[in-house]
């Protein structure tokens, strides 16, 4: 089994770990009801995906 030879110091550490850090979520405008949504997907508020009504006002899907 790999044993490490010396420590790594704090500095070293956290300097590997600098990309994993969370980056922001990208976030769209819908085109039907200009509200923020996640990009390729459907939007919660009015149901609309690729310029289509993918759930109805109703609630139901089509």
Known sequence: MAVPRNRLSNARKNSK??????KPKNV????NCS??????RMCPFCG????RAIINE?????
């Open 58 to 62: 109703a609630g139901a899907a089509e």
């Open 17 to 22: 770990r600098s990309h994993m850090a969370k």
């Open 28 to 31: 769209s405008n819908c085109p």
């Open 48 to 51: 609309h995906y690729a310029n």
């Open 35 to 40: 509200k923020l949504k996640l990009p390729h």
